[in-house]
């Protein structure tokens, strides 16, 4: 059974830091693209970065480009979001998903797996 198990996730005031994790266990997702979506209350799931297996190719949405780093260990089957100059507007539940694909993870019908949630809140 696949499992992605999220942590990192909390309140922090603007202009902070997280570092979330995904850690999946059940089966090595070394080959597949790994990445974090997120969804704000009343809002769509969107996606915010995504990362090759290799580490050598880094996709980022606009809203989050310059502020946050996704990179993974694949000897530990983990993949990480590191969130700097956190904004109000980056509230959200921020879900690890693995690809259904070897090169791309971009829309939320790419995604074979989905991890349970972190919840992230920035104060103003």
């Known amino acids: 059974q696949v499992q992605l198990v999220e942590s990192g996730g909390g309140l922090v005031q603007a202009g902070g830091s997280l570092r979330l994790s995904c850690t999946a266990s059940?089966?090595?997702?070394?080959?597949?693209?790994m990445g974090w979506f997120r969804q704000a209350p009343g809002k769509e799931r969107e996606f915010a970065a995504a990362?090759?297996?290799?580490?050598?190719?880094?996709y980022y949405a606009d809203s989050v480009k310059g502020r946050f780093t996704i990179s993974r260990d694949n000897a530990k089957n983990t993949v990480y979001l590191q969130m700097n100059s956190l904004k109000s507007e980056d509230t959200a539940v921020y879900y690890c998903a693995v690809s259904k694909f070897l090169t791309s993870l971009t829309e939320v019908g790419d995604v074979a797996y989905w991890g349970q949630g972190t919840q992230v809140t920035v104060s103003s």
């Open positions: 059940g089966r090595t997702f070394s080959r597949y693209v």
């Open positions: 990362i090759v297996w290799s580490g050598a190719n880094t």
